[in-house]
């Protein structure tokens, strides 16, 4: 069956220090990848996307992702987390022979000045 | 244009209850999902629907019914609500496209059945 891991549930980080977050899918052949994050009370929303080309992505709010082919992982980074940075992030993978996005567990991030 | 609204954003339901979730996007968009948010599991996606009359099963989907009458609205019912289905539902939709496959979410429904 087509799945998404997140290892990391809860991770506490003072600013500035710097993040990583896994994401690793189970095979499914042509993939999109994406990471959602979703703050406190809010609904979610797109942090950054991936469908084709660079496999390092850019996305909002200095938030970073690379997509590593060989090692189906798709690991979320920022160089120097912000307090406002608190949330839950998701990665979700389109697995393109179906129309649905599978999520994974979610990652909780916790940020302390 | 507001995006993807969900409602009502809050309900409370006794054990056999009925009700209906309504979630309306006004983007045009062909695919419209529903999932069901619980700690430490992300989401599960409930029922789904690749346009307009049709409907199909996600992860989750006993216990909950779906109708796509209209493009633009994705209604989820629960007939008899349990315990169990208590949780932070969320709507998504989503326009089918080679270069753009993003769901963009509904504010969520906090359900609680006693």
């Known amino acids: 069956a087509q799945s998404v891991s997140q290892h990391n549930h809860h991770v506490i980080l003072s600013e500035a220090a710097s993040l990583e977050l896994g994401c690793n899918y189970s095979?499914?052949?042509?993939?999109?990848l994406f990471w959602y994050v979703q703050y406190p009370g809010q609904h979610l929303q797109l942090l950054l996307k991936y469908f084709s080309g660079d496999p390092l992505v850019k996305g909002i709010k200095g938030f970073e992702a690379e997509f590593i082919k060989s090692k189906f992982s798709f690991n979320l980074r920022k160089p120097s987390v912000q307090w406002s940075d608190t949330a839950e992030y998701f990665c979700?993978?389109?697995?393109?022979?179906?129309?649905?996005?599978?999520f994974g567990t979610g990652t909780r991030l916790q940020v302390f000045p | 244009n507001a995006g993807v609204t969900q409602t009502p954003k809050f309900r409370v339901l006794k054990t056999g209850q009925s009700m209906t979730l309504l979630c309306a996007q006004d983007m045009n968009h062909e695919y419209m999902y529903w999932y069901r948010q619980d700690p430490g599991m992300g989401l599960r996606l409930i029922h789904y629907?690749?346009?307009?009359?049709?409907?199909a099963k996600g992860e989750v989907p006993d216990g909950y019914n779906v109708s796509r009458l209209k493009k633009q609205n994705f209604l989820l019912g629960l007939e008899s609500a349990a315990p169990s289905q208590t949780s932070v539902y969320f709507c998504a939709s989503r326009r089918r496209s080679l270069s753009t496959d993003t769901q963009y979410f509904g504010p969520g429904t906090r359900l609680t059945v006693l």
């Open positions: 095979y499914g052949g042509t993939v999109n």
């Open positions: 979700a993978v389109n697995f393109l022979n179906t129309d649905k996005l599978i």
């Open positions: 629907s690749v346009g307009e009359g049709t409907t």
